[in-house]
């Protein structure tokens, strides 16, 4: 009987170690797998974000020739860059293929008396549409039209053409004979065409052309004499402002927005004294405009409104060259720009980053003529020879830098520096703004704000619940609060948006008064407590009190309501937000912080009441009974015995807490305004970077720098997170090992 007891206790110690060794090596598997999910989770994000940080690259791509009679009046790229095209002065128009060389096709326009083409110049940002000026006066304007073709072996092709979608007969300038200088400027269905003559005359004619209309006369006209000669006529926003530049770096920037009367606006210099333009040209969306002078300083001037409230040109940003720059070629589609030295040095640079891309000698010859495809993926450079290089240009995100991420931008219209997130626009022109310092600082305010409240509330009623509590309401009261835990944080964000949020803009001095009515009323209602007689404090058994302030916060919170309306009718003329805002210059959104900390707060409070209650309620018995036998109250037993063998698990709870409302997304993005504003007012609202995330993120083009800054947005969230637990588990491993010995 003995052996088979024996044996029985044998296979059931080998059946628990067997049991022990399998949990342990599951447990170490689930800890491994967990492990290596929040490191190929990182590694991911990297491998998205790394790609916007590389550095541009040019690279030669072909040599050729063409046979446009007469010098080269214009050189431009189709979009992709696979074709040029080449305008002579004797009004030959020809297509090459740019990979091969080969002539695709060659065209020569009827000019008037056979006047060679004195100007040539660019009408939309594609490069479709261009306007042809001959010596004599004449204008005319022709579109270059692809059409798509495949060919045996099914591959893609373009086949050029030409067209005068304004008519096929050239127009006379009337009003001058000889045209020095000469812009037209294309919105919608207005044309202004501005030139000088050599007396220092400007004309003025604006026309009205709907799309399949010819030119005729001139709905308006002007003919004004200028202070200067200019060498340079460019249009600015919208084709009301037009500015006048010399050689010598004179500037006349005169308002066109009535063609009729034109006006002067204001006259200055853009370059130091004494120095030179070499070239000038408008960035996208004709707001800035780009100068380089003949020390290689290129500088950027913005159209901004000064202290008066009056549109100005003001000096934005600069950078240095290497040599004097001979051409400047502003992409079509973004806020950058591509120059050629006169060492043939090419540099790309992007003005919102303030980073220059790539910077490398690239060519041995000064160039005639260049330009740059519309996507700024292809670069034509004509040499003195007559030869044509063409370079393949990698630059797929320029727009971002540590500056236009972390630090404050000037950006195009603004008059000082800011942080801004501004990811899209109706308007092609935008210029985006990528700072991540608003979203990073509302992630940190909807946080700052949801811990104040759940913090003292949570631990607060944890320590009551764990130490002070009778067992059978413990038992209710804990399981009710952790349930809420289960609540979907979608239903609080739906409620705080559409209910809570526009309740308190009706009650907002009611609530704001309850932070002081709640303590003072409950503290007074002890204190009476404390004075009634013995026979009547002992009716509600011990560890019950608590019970009793459920009616007493009722009755609080609706003296708070009734009473508020009364004073904010005598003291804030009926309304505390418009007092406010008169007074103080606060204003007041209805989805701001004090919604989004109460929501967050009932969101969080849960989780940092369960595990504090579970380190206070889990503290050995023998401690407390103890502290209490050698003469110590139940409160000096808690506050020097029972919190400090806890602390470990608060200081969890806290942070874990805090790693919840950091992360939070639901409850931000519904209850918010969530418009990416830094004020620390508790009556703004703010954009998180989870609640960034979740909005745009599905409208974003995979690949694209909004895309990767999503990606670099969750990367930031995800380092913040590991930072503070790190933090946390390093500090509460020392709380415990302080502490544990207790």
Do not use: C
């Amino acid at each position: 009987m003995t052996s088979k007891i024996t044996k029985d206790n044998s296979w059931l110690a080998r059946k628990r170690t067997y049991i022990d060794q399998s949990a342990r090596v599951f447990i170490g598997l689930g800890g491994i797998s967990i492990i290596f999910a929040i490191v190929l989770i990182f590694f991911y994000l990297l491998w998205v974000v790394l790609p916007m940080f590389e550095s541009a690259e040019v690279k030669p791509l072909s040599e050729f020739s063409t046979s446009v009679e007469g010098e080269t009046r214009y050189l431009g790229l189709e979009e992709s860059g696979h074709i040029a095209i080449e305008i002579g002065s004797a009004g030959t128009v020809e297509f090459v293929n740019v990979d091969t060389g080969d002539r695709i096709k060659q065209e020569t326009l009827d000019l008037v008396d056979e006047a060679p083409i004195k100007f040539v110049r660019e009408l939309d940002a594609d490069g479709k549409l261009v306007l042809l000026v001959t010596e004599n006066a004449y204008f005319q304007v022709m579109r270059f039209n692809y059409k798509v073709n495949f060919d045996d072996q099914g591959k893609r092709f373009l086949i050029p053409s030409i067209e005068f979608p304004y008519g096929e007969e050239p127009v006379r300038i009337n009003g001058i004979d000889e045209v020095e200088q000469i812009n037209m400027s294309r919105d919608d269905e207005r044309f202004v065409l501005a030139a000088v003559n050599g007396d220092r005359e400007l004309l003025i004619q604006q026309f009205e052309v709907g799309e399949y209309d010819e030119f005729s006369d001139p709905e308006y006209e002007s003919l004004i004499e200028i202070p200067i000669q200019p060498d340079y006529i460019k249009f600015g926003q919208l084709g009301h402002w037009l500015y006048l530049v010399n050689e010598d770096g004179e500037l006349v920037m005169m308002d066109i927005s009535d063609t009729e009367d034109p006006v002067l606006h204001e006259k200055m210099h853009v370059t130091e004294q004494g120095h030179k333009v070499d070239a000038l040209e408008m960035l996208l969306g004709r707001v800035s405009m780009i100068v380089a002078d003949d020390q290689g300083k290129v500088e950027q001037w913005s159209l901004q409104r000064d202290e008066n409230n009056n549109y100005t040109l003001a000096r934005v940003r600069g950078f240095e060259a290497g040599a004097p720059l001979t051409d400047i070629m502003p992409e079509r589609r973004r806020k950058g720009l591509m120059a050629i030295d006169q060492n043939g040095e090419i540099i790309l640079y992007y003005t919102t980053s303030q980073r220059m891309l790539f910077n490398e000698q690239m060519i041995d010859f000064k160039p005639v003529n260049a330009t740059i495809s519309p996507r700024a993926s292809v670069a034509l450079l004509q040499s003195p020879d007559g030869k044509y290089y063409s370079f393949e240009i990698h630059n797929e995100h320029p727009e971002i830098s540590w500056h236009s991420l972390w630090e404050s931008v000037l950006y195009e219209g603004y008059t000082e520096p800011q942080y801004s997130w501004q990811s899209s626009s109706a308007d092609n022109d935008f210029e985006p703004k990528f700072s991540l310092m608003p979203l990073t600082f509302g992630t940190l305010k909807a946080a700052f704000y949801a811990m104040m409240i759940a913090v003292p509330l949570a631990i607060m009623g944890a320590i009551y619940t764990a130490y002070f509590m009778a067992p059978k309401m413990r038992g209710l009261v804990k399981p009710s609060i952790e349930i809420m835990e289960a609540l979907p944080t979608v239903i609080l964000g739906f409620l705080a948006g559409l209910w809570f949020a526009p309740y308190v803009e009706e009650h907002l001095l009611a609530i704001l008064s309850m932070l002081f009515v709640l303590p003072v009323g409950l503290i007074l209602f002890a204190w009476l407590w404390t004075y009634l007689p013995g026979h009547i404090r002992r009716l509600v058994p011990e560890g019950w009190q608590a019970a009793l302030l459920i009616p007493v916060i009722a009755l609080l919170g609706v003296f708070a309501l009734g009473v508020a309306p009364f004073f904010e009718t005598h003291l804030f003329g009926g309304s505390l937000q418009r007092w406010m805002q008169h007074e103080f210059g606060i204003g007041y959104d209805q989805r701001n912080s004090v919604v989004v900390g109460i929501a967050m707060g009932i969101a969080v409070i849960p989780t940092i009441f369960s595990i504090t209650e579970d380190a206070i309620f889990s503290v050995p018995r023998h401690l407390t009974n103890g502290s209490l036998a050698l003469g110590a109250t139940p409160w000096q037993t808690l506050t020097r015995v029972v919190i400090l063998t806890a602390s470990p698990g608060i200081f969890s709870a806290v942070m874990i807490g805090l790693g919840r409302a950091v992360g939070e997304t639901m409850i931000v993005l519904m209850a918010t305004g969530n418009t990416p504003v830094m004020d620390m007012s508790i009556f703004e609202g703010m954009r998180t970077l989870s609640a960034n995330i979740a909005v745009e993120l599905p409208e974003s083009e995979v690949g694209s720098s909004h895309y990767r800054i999503l990606f670099l947005a969750a990367l930031v969230l995800f380092v913040v997170t590991f930072v503070f637990n790190t933090a946390a588990e390093v500090v509460r491993q020392r709380l415990r090992k302080r502490y544990g010995s207790l």
